[in-house]
T-cell receptor
Framework: DTGVSQDPRHKITKRGQNVTFRCDPI?????LYWYRQTLGQGPEFLTY????????KSRLLSDRFSAERPKGSFSTLEIQRTEQGDSAMYLC??????????FGQGTRLTVV | QQQVKQSPQSLIVQKGGISIINCAYE??????FPWYQQFPGKGPALLIA?????SEKKEGRFTISFNKSAKQFSLHIMDSQPGDSATYFC????????????FGKGTHLIIQP
């Protein structure tokens, strides 16, 4: 499968715990994006990388959120001290420079 | 502030009919307008996209119509099929291709056999 891959697909965690998600983009894409989608809403932009550089962060990305793309390949999104409001689908997408974005299947996070 | 307004919220169309979903935007700097299709439990899949230098783009049964002066664009699905039943999202970005897309709230489309 040469599409965007996300792991895990589902994550249930207790409030206050830390969680980390992984995204493997399409191999030739240098741009990688994280979005969050809540039920009945469109995806909301969180942050994006060009190669290993994090170029933009949304105001939605609180201090509890951190994203990395250490070698310009895969990326991780960590949420510390999770809250119930963090429950959502976390989507990763990748694109070539100024090209079209392709999304992964997402990681569904449930905070209980 | 919702920068991309999408309507209707839900839509029921008979098989073989034309499905029409509309979006309006406020930011005149937007210059890239994609449409995504999403099935339950899956990520959004790019359907078709347009830039404002053309007023219409067609790919198979899917057509985007773009009206720059009205700041509106729409998706037309011709000969709608039950397999087209999904949620459709319009989106827009400014000067950056797919960077920082702003999405509409989505349209839940049901095609009745």
């Amino acid at each position: 499968d040469t599409g965007v891959s996300q792991d895990p697909r589902h994550k249930i965690t207790k409030r206050g715990q830390n969680v980390t998600f992984r995204c493997d983009p399409i191999s030739e894409h240098n741009r990688l994006y994280w979005y969050r989608q809540t039920l009945g809403q469109g995806p909301e932009f969180l942050t994006y990388f060009q190669n290993e550089a994090q170029l933009e962060k949304s105001r939605l990305l609180s201090d509890r959120f951190s994203a990395e793309r250490p070698k310009g390949s895969f990326s991780t999104l960590e949420i510390q001290r999770t809250e119930q409001g963090d429950s959502a689908m976390y989507l990763c997408a990748s694109s070539p420079a100024r090209g079209e974005a392709f999304f992964g299947q997402g990681t569904r996070l449930t905070v209980v | 502030q919702q920068q991309v307004k999408q309507s209707p919220q839900s839509l029921i169309v008979q098989k073989g009919g034309i499905s029409i979903i509309n979006c309006a935007y406020e930011n005149t700097a937007f210059d890239y307008f994609p449409w995504y299709q999403q099935f339950p439990g899956k990520g959004p899949a790019l359907l078709i996209a347009i830039r404002p230098d053309v007023s219409e783009k067609k790919e198979g049964r899917f057509t985007i119509s773009f009206n720059k002066s009205a700041k509106q664009f729409s998706l037309h699905i011709m000969d709608s099929q039950p397999g087209d039943s999904a949620t459709y999202f319009c989106a827009a970005s400014a000067g950056r291709g797919a960077d920082g897309l702003t999405f509409g709230k989505g349209t839940h489309l049901i095609i009745q056999p």
